[in-house]
């Protein structure tokens, strides 16, 4: 099974309407939601919506995604014999639809970074390289602990976002939760000295 979605710049970029229809009588729920996908997708990467944060759109294209993932339960989407069902259902009807529709190329190469990160406990491949940009301040709700002494209050460490593998500076010597300025991502660390 693939784990990924293959995206075919070869192909001519018409409609499959055999393929879009089997697809819709396998899976109607699933196949609605993706369109869904597919419009979230494309408003990510060409930062559409009126008034719309990126944040806002990546939460919208996730959102959509878990209806694709809980659709595909409901209309028991088959896949044989996969140790992490959810994500290789999900790629496995992806795969499918990106047949049926082929012009949606730059959607589904997004896809293909979203969708690992939604079965992260599942994932059996390694994470991606951490980003070449510049270093971020995350923003710190709250201490979940005072820090064990002056010192280390002011010492800083570089860790990066679970989630988008963006580099944040972090005060060492307290445990915080700490919100990705790039992906809005939320996650308590604790950092002691190395």
């Not at 390694?126 to 301040?137: H, N």
């Not at 064990?148 to 976002?161: G, P, R, Y």
């Amino acid at each position: 099974m693939h784990e990924e979605i293959e995206i075919d710049y070869s192909r001519r970029s018409v409609t499959d309407s055999g393929e879009a229809q089997r697809l819709a009588n396998i899976a109607p729920l699933a196949h609605r939601a993706a369109q869904d996908v597919l419009v979230a997708a494309e408003k990510v990467i060409h930062k559409k919506g009126f008034l719309s944060t990126e944040k806002s759109r990546i939460t919208n294209l996730v959102k959509a995604l878990y209806k694709v993932h809980f659709a595909l339960d409901e209309d028991g989407f088959p896949v044989a014999g996969e140790q992490n069902i959810g994500r290789a259902r999900m790629f496995a009807f992806f795969n499918r639809f990106a047949r049926a529709y082929p012009n949606w190329q730059a959607e589904y190469a997004l896809l293909n970074r979203v969708i690992p990160n939604m079965y992260e406990e599942e994932a059996v491949t390694p994470a991606p390289a951490p980003r070449q940009s510049v270093e971020s301040t995350p923003r710190v709700s709250h201490s979940v602990d005072e820090p064990t002494n002056a010192e280390q209050s002011d010492a800083k460490a570089i860790i990066l976002c679970p989630n988008c593998q963006c580099r944040m500076r972090v005060p060492i010597g307290m445990r915080i939760r700490i919100t990705c300025r790039d992906c809005g991502n939320q996650f308590i660390q604790e950092i002691n000295q190395a």
